[in-house]
């Protein structure tokens, strides 16, 4: 087939994909969706003044007509007071404008609309959104949407953002295992081979090399076509095993135990049976349309001293790779994180209550472990207290939307975050919920379906993702600039950087 | 090993369609072009779509799934879809249209409600909102009860433990222990605060209880013969100040439990109906209020086995000024319980605004012993919780007519879904006993100790300048 990954990676286009220049990667889908409706009558003489007068490119006439309103570029009733509101000049009246009866439909208390289609524009352009569209807060009343930075007067003078440092350090001990930088504050959470597509994991991987991150295979698999990706791409070992091997774990620089995941903590993993194709089957060495199970937890690990005899096999295996332990957030997440640490842990991964899923019972997303929020700072101050907060690197996730979460998860503590949701979202995904059921994804981002998996090139989804790197990194500098910082790691738990609402 | 305790459930449709959240709007202007977005659909909901003349609703209304392909993919973008407001309209803010669409498909399918992508709600609120529940990570075992590898056991006692057993010089028990009723779920049956209640749903919730193997609370004077061959299931009501009649010395010899309406002779009253059957487990009912700690410890003192607490259909005191969340109600009289050394002398059962699986995990974790389901036992038969029936208007679901079997089969459903949902959560925290669960707070985390810990040192941010 002439579309499969190992095809495409061979075009000159994915080599080309691997640089950090924002190309315009348009949406998909031949109607985008827009906040505004602009409604032209048949009053409309096609005299091309609204063209004329606006500045965002809504109008174009094209010879004698005029093409449909490019809506999604249009700011809305803001617009009004400025001078060439087209509704107001345009000599027929026959320009309205509304709110989209759609767009009220979209989106949810963590994940409004507006943060939805403002995260495509980063995707689309590489840079956050200049038309009014809400990206910074969700409307969650709480945690993240709660908190905002006290920035001082004047602070960013004679600072360079193009000198900025986002990069930070996952290897902070002083052993023999590989020394890791990231460029920037930022990498990819584990999604499996099964739960998103092969498409989507590999633009993930081309993403990540691009920004010198990483991104995780997630317990599936480790598919062949991202072998040539292998420097960015952590090997996760979960309860059930899929896809650990020898060779697998001896080509990560970072293997990420996973003993509990944000979304559904303290219960397994389920892959429906319709998702599991014969792709899946195959990776995963089981049987196509048969469930299966990531059992909770693992049952060989039941104490911290368990868990370093895994550390040890790992070790033994490939004695250069950084560990990283993922945890989800209960109420003792601080000796957890600590315990960790001294099991020769680099890297503490801390996932929230509120993160992303392929598929999790309502009941544990809602009510199982606390939001990240408040387990960074709790993790960051014991591991303070224990005096080893500066040996260890603290990487915080589940529910991080935007760059300026991102900012704000490490003025409360952590080095750096991990993100799903917000990568699913770059690929026009509308957080449906319906990632587990039957083929899957109907927008062909989280499915292994052949015909499905279509709907996503492996060259669009690596450069959404790359801009959408990119706009979150241009976010960072900025807000560092405001604070007077010249580096992330100089915002590090400083609480004192931030407020929060009543 | 006792047996597993397993509700078995199996497919109950609705007989009205329900609510969806979206409407679907189609504008004129179809040319018929040939590759049509409908044809595209991934769910065939275009292929499989029905019009009901009778309930006027389009069925893609609710079998579409969102993904918006055809409205992006219509090359004369056509279609498009908008809120519906009937269905913001459902229920109140305790009782949430997104819940109350939760429960009617539990009732249908009786499984645990699973989705993709993250949590998408508030981030915390009022009432229940303002808990989360801890889990087991490394350090501590899980327990994998859900997938059936373990057991975890949901049973509740209702009744007074005794600290210790008294033996005479023979070795031989002095005094007879005092009557328990164990049920497998920690829930019974409540009266409803209001809703559509006559003989066929009467017989539909005693079925039901039947079924499951818990007992509904039915007042005395609605009470007939033929749900007294029931007894084993049911808790009579009895009306305070009745005197001692026949028919009364019938329903307390023949029930495992009586609840009495507090009033100021309850404690006479309990010592008198004792009289009548000490095999009976007599349980003082009373609505939550400001006096309720110190009240509970004198029934408590004075002979009730079981204390029924309840609050209204949203889970507040019901005739107090500023009324307290029957969590924080729960969690006072359990500590002064505990205080007073008299937790185990008395089963503290919860009702009101019990509205979401959850609602059971949180109750027992602030201190109830089990709870009791009411409203949501009319939401299982379609219950759109807008109380046209409080006003004396009919329901717009006709669940006066529905049939006792459906009924009764519809709240197994959603009994089976909540005792797995209570299942998951007690396998997270590592329990294998739901009455492990109850008064432990050390396996939940509250808001407000959370904020203090986490951005107690964050300062406030000036009003004005911030309001958001």
Known sequence: MSNSPQTLLTRDSIVNLCDRECASVPSRFRNRISKYKVFRSSACTACGKCAELCSYGVHVRSGERMLRPREWLCIGTACQSNDFYCIDKCPEGALSLGLNPLFETMGDARWPADMLMSTWVMAETGDVPSNGLEFQFGRSGGGYDKLVFDFPVGAGAGID?????????????????????????????????????????????????????????????????????????????????FGVREETIQRARIIEFKYAQGAKPGLGGHLL????????????????????????????????????????????????????????????????????????????????????????????????????????????????????????ALIASGGIRNPWDVAKSVALGADGVVIGTAEMVALECIRCANCESGRGCARGIATTDPELTQLVSVEYAARRLSNL?????????????????????????????????? | MPKKYHIKAQLMPPRFPPVPKYAMVEREGCLGCLECAKRECVYDVYKNRRFSPEHMVDSIDYLCKNCLRCIQGCKNQLITKMKNPDFEALGDEHWKPDQIASLWEQ?????????????????????????????????????????????????????????????????????????????????????????????????????????????????EEDLDWKLMARSENIIPLLRSGGTETGRLKELVTRSRMVELEDSPDVIERIAALKKLNPATVMVVRMATNKSVSGRVEELTRGGAEAVHLVADWQGNEPHEADPRFIKDVLREVHLNLINKALRDEVAIIASGGIAMAEHVAKSIISGA???????????????????????????????????????????????????????????????????????????????EDLEREAFGDVKLAPNAAYAR
């Open chain 2, 369 to 447: 012993d089990l709870v009791g389901m009411d409203l949501v036992l009319e939401v299982a038969l379609e219950c759109r919780v807008c109380k046209r029936c409080i006003r004396g208007l009919s329901c717009p679901v006709t669940i006066e007519a529905v049939d006792p079997e459906w009924a009764a089969l519809r709240i197994r459903n959603l009994v089976c879904s909540w005792h797995s949902q209570l299942i998951e959560v007690l396998g997270a925290m590592g329990l294998r006993e739901v009455r492990r669960l109850r008064g432990e707070v050390g396996r939940a985390m509250f808001y």
């Open chain 2, 107 to 219: 009732a249908t399918t009786g499984k645990i409600p699973v989705s993709g992508a993250g949590y998408r709600g508030p981030f915390s609120g009022p009432g229940f909102d303002s808990m989360w529940t801890d889990m087991s990570e490394i350090v501590r075992p899980t327990r994998d009860g859900i997938h059936g590898r373990e057991y975890i056991r949901t049973s509740a006692d209702i009744g007074r433990k005794p600290a210790q057993l008294e033996f005479d010089s023979m070795g031989d028990l002095r005094s007879e222990p005092p009557p328990l009723v164990e049920i497998p779920v920690p829930f019974i049956f409540d009266k409803l605060p209001f809703g559509v209640l006559n003989g066929n749903v009467r017989a539909g919730f005693v079925r039901a209880a039947e079924i499951v193997g818990t007992l509904i609370v039915i007042p």
């Open chain 1, 161 to 241: 953002e193009e000198e900025m440092d986002l990069s930070i350090e996952l290897n902070r001990r002083d052993d023999t295992a590989h020394r890791v930088t990231i460029d920037i504050p930022v990498y990819g959470g584990g999604m499996s081979f099964g739960s998103v597509s092969e498409h989507t994991m590999i633009g993930r991987a081309i993403a990540a090399r691009n920004w010198n991150t990483f991104t995780c295979t997630g317990e599936g698999g480790y598919p062949e076509s991202l072998v040539p990706f292998a420097h960015h791409i952590i090997t996760q070992v979960a309860t059930g095993l």
């Open chain 1, 469 to 502: 790197y990119a706009a979150w990194a241009k976010e960072l500098r900025r807000i560092l600039k405001r604070l007077g910082m010249r580096s992330i790691r100089e915002l590090v738990g400083r609480t004192d950087t931030l407020m929060r609402l009543s």
């Open chain 1, 273 to 392: 049976g319709d998702k599991v194709t014969p792709a899946v089957a195959q990776m995963r060495e089981a049987v196509t349309g048969s469930a299966l199970f990531s059992p909770f937890p693992f049952h060989s690990v039941y104490s911290v001293e368990d868990h370093k005899k895994h550390v040890d096999w790992i070790k033994a295996i490939s004695p250069k790779s950084l560990i990283s332990v993922k945890v989800s957030t209960p109420t003792d997440v601080d000796m957890v994180a600590v315990g960790s640490y001294y099991a020769d842990a680099h890297i503490v991964h801390i996932d929230g209550s509120y993160g992303g899923t392929g598929a999790a019972p309502d009941i544990a997303k809602k009510n199982i472990a606390m939001p990240v929020e408040y387990a960074i700072p709790k993790v960051h101050k014991f591991l303070l207290a224990e005096g080893v907060r500066d040996r260890v």
